[in-house]
């Protein structure tokens, strides 16, 4: 089956940089790519997806990016906030509607 | 608009005590339903998967079980609870839409003593 890698366990960045999670897959099958963030406490909450028909996704300041060949996608943060401070969960999927495969999380810090 | 409700919100049991866990899903009809697991801080587990009424997949063993009773209800519980078993546990369904991310519930966080 599949199999998410999520490359950073952790990340701390200063207010106003970049950050960038980084995760693979390992099945050609996956199509569907969506991200989750979960502040302390709290459920998942849907942030941005990416199907593989594009290699570019942007919603306001997060960017996801694509690199099917690879089997890798990212998840840009711009001009982070404190409150963008969560976990992050990256997923992948044949499509939205079969079962999603997660991976470990990223913990983001942003500090002030 | 599509919901998921579980409940309880929080609950504190004894070891050994049975439990059951609810989710229910509005909005949408015959949708995939899945239970997931995640330890304090940890990464998440799903644990089961239901494509329709009285049909549960298995996906780990963590000594619960899980059922379908109606097309819009699915339910997690165990006759002997484990320590192991505290956590938080979500709930889970496609997107209202064929191209929206799934939806998770609000989640029911399990502290067992």
């Known amino acids: 089956g599949e199999k998410v890698e999520q490359h950073e366990s952790t990340l701390s960045v200063r207010e106003g940089d970049s950050a960038v999670i980084n995760c693979t897959y390992t099945?050609?099958?996956?199509?569907?790519f969506p991200w989750y963030k979960q502040e302390a406490g709290k459920s998942l909450h849907f942030v941005i997806d990416?199907?593989?028909?594009?290699d570019r996704k942007q919603s306001q300041r997060l960017i996801v990016l694509l690199d099917k060949k690879a089997k890798r996608f990212s998840l840009h943060i711009t001009a982070t906030q404190p409150e963008d401070s969560a976990i992050y969960f990256c997923a992948a999927s044949p499509n939205s509607n079969n079962r999603i495969f997660f991976g470990d999380g990223t913990q983001l810090v942003v500090k002030p | 608009a599509q919901t998921i409700h579980q409940w309880p919100v929080a609950e504190i049991k004894a070891v050994g005590s049975p439990l059951s866990l609810g989710c229910t899903i509005k909005?949408?009809?015959?949708?995939?339903l899945y239970w997931y697991w995640q330890a304090t801080g940890g990464t998440l587990q799903q644990l089961f998967y239901s494509i329709t009424v009285g049909q549960v997949e298995s996906v780990v063993q963590l000594n619960l079980s899980a059922s379908r009773p109606k097309d819009d209800q699915f339910i997690l519980s165990t006759e002997k609870l484990l320590l192991s078993h505290s956590g938080f546990y979500l709930c889970?369904?496609?997107?209202?839409?064929?191209?929206?991310?799934?939806?998770f519930g609000e989640g029911t966080r399990l502290s067992v003593l």
């Open positions: 909005g949408k009809s015959s949708p995939n």
């Open positions: 889970a369904c496609p997107g209202e839409k064929n191209n929206q991310a799934p939806l």
């Open positions: 990416i199907r593989s028909n594009v």
């Open positions: 099945d050609t099958a996956s199509s569907y």
